[in-house]
T-cell receptor, first 121, second 106 residues
Framework: GAVVSQHPSRVICKSGTSVKIECRSLDFQATTMFWYRQFPKQSLMLMATSNEGSKATYEQGVEKDKFLINHASLTLSTLTVTSAHPEDSSFYIC?????????????????FGPGTRLTVL | SQKIEQNSEALNIQEGKTATLTCNYT??????LQWYRQDPGRGPVFLLLIRENEKEKRKERLKVTFDTTLKQSLFHITASQPADSATYLCAPRLPFGGGTRLMVKP
């Protein structure tokens, strides 16, 4: 099955620094990737939709200048948390859709990465 | 606004019983619904997808129904096991419902 990887799996950083998280589709091409954030015991919250070769679409309330998304290739999207603060500590998860040969939206499941645990001190 | 709702409270059942989780949607007509399982500290894993023209879909001990009249999908786990304990999420294309945490007691 399709595999999505994330790196790093866990990161601890000081307040004010920037952290980059990578999301890769290992055996398929993903024109669209999604970034989610999940706080303890809460559901996934969609942050943004990352489109290859174009600007990301951010959900309401998500600061695009703070959470920089780059989707430079069909297999890689990155999320950079700039000037991180303790309240940014969370579990960040990416997902990707395998559009396959038809790109039929209704037939696409999302494949999730294993997540990145960010702790800002 | 479009909304996906799942039972926010945890569901506790005895091993061997059938667990039934509910996903309701409003102001929305999804062409399909997907069900995922998420274990603590891990990303969700896809389980089943059911389309609007399908009444029921099965996979091993799992069964999903889709009632477009009631605007509801039900997710059943038969002969539940402690290993089935996890959070189960339903989702149309986007966004996810809140998820229901299932606890199966031996």
């Amino acid at each position: 099955g399709a595999v999505v990887s994330q790196h790093p799996s866990r990161v601890i950083c000081k307040s004010g620094t920037s952290v980059k998280i990578e999301c890769r589709s290992l055996d398929f091409q993903a024109t669209t990737m999604f970034w989610y954030r999940q706080f303890p015991k809460q559901s996934l919250m969609l942050m943004a939709t990352s489109n290859e070769g174009s600007k990301a679409t951010y959900e309401q309330g998500v600061e695009k200048d703070k959470f920089l998304i780059n989707h430079a290739s069909l297999t890689l999207s990155t999320l950079t948390v700039t000037s991180a603060h303790p309240e940014d500590s969370s579990f960040y998860i990416c997902s990707a859709r395998d559009h396959g040969s038809g790109g039929v939206d209704w037939n696409n499941e999302q494949f999730f990465g294993p997540g990145t645990r960010l702790t800002v001190l | 606004s479009q909304k996906i709702e799942q039972n926010s409270e945890a569901l506790n059942i005895q091993e061997g019983k059938t667990a039934t989780l509910t996903c309701n949607y409003t102001n929305y007509s999804p062409a399909y619904l997907q069900w995922y399982r998420q274990d603590p500290g891990r990303g969700p894993v896809f389980l089943l997808l059911i389309r609007e023209n399908e009444k029921e879909k099965r996979k091993e001990r799992l069964k999903v129904t889709f009632d477009t009249t009631l605007k509801q999908s039900l997710f059943h786990i038969t002969a539940s096991q402690p290993a089935d304990s996890a959070t189960y999420l339903c989702a149309p294309r986007l966004p996810f419902g809140g998820g229901t945490r299932l606890m199966v007691k031996p």
